[in-house]
């Protein structure tokens, strides 16, 4: 999904017991959990940056291309199933 920095962007998901993952294009040899079903945020600051809509999906609020660009993941434990999504973030980035 390619979103304009500041949009939002929603990512689909469903099942009784999913997890949210996130690795940046800043990071990329770190995988962060953002959310674990049915209500656990891993951080709060991941509260007013992240929403959780329907049968958790994920809405990435006001997209920024340092923060929020990279691969997300929906792991659905009872299925075993991990579906990733990419989310590029186009705007002007600066670096220093």
Same mark, same amino acid.
Not at 21 to 31: E, K, M, N, R
Not at 60 to 73: C, E, I
């Given at each position: 999904?390619?979103?304009?920095? #500041?949009?939002?962007?929603?990512?689909?998901?469903? #099942? +009784?017991?999913? #997890? $949210?993952? &996130? *690795?940046? &294009? *800043?990071?990329? !040899?770190?995988?962060?959990? %953002?959310?674990? +079903?049915? =209500? @656990? $945020?891993? =951080? @709060?600051?991941?509260?007013?940056?992240? =929403? %959780? +809509? #329907?049968?958790?999906?994920?809405?990435?609020?006001?997209?920024?291309?340092?923060? =929020?660009? /990279?691969?997300?993941?929906?792991?659905?434990? @009872?299925?075993? !199933?991990?579906?990733?999504?990419? &989310?590029?973030? %186009? /705007?002007?980035?600066? %670096?220093?």
């Amino acid at each position: 999904m390619t979103v304009a920095q #500041g949009e939002n962007a929603m990512f689909n998901c469903s #099942g +009784s017991t999913v #997890g $949210w993952l &996130l *690795t940046t &294009l *800043t990071a990329p !040899h770190a995988v962060v959990k %953002i959310f674990q +079903s049915p =209500d @656990e $945020w891993a =951080d @709060e600051s991941y509260r007013s940056r992240f =929403d %959780i +809509s #329907g049968q958790y999906n994920l809405i990435v609020n006001s997209a920024d291309a340092r923060a =929020d660009a /990279g691969k997300y993941q929906c792991n659905s434990y @009872e299925s075993k !199933h991990f579906f990733p999504a990419y &989310l590029v973030v %186009i /705007g002007k980035l600066n %670096i220093l």
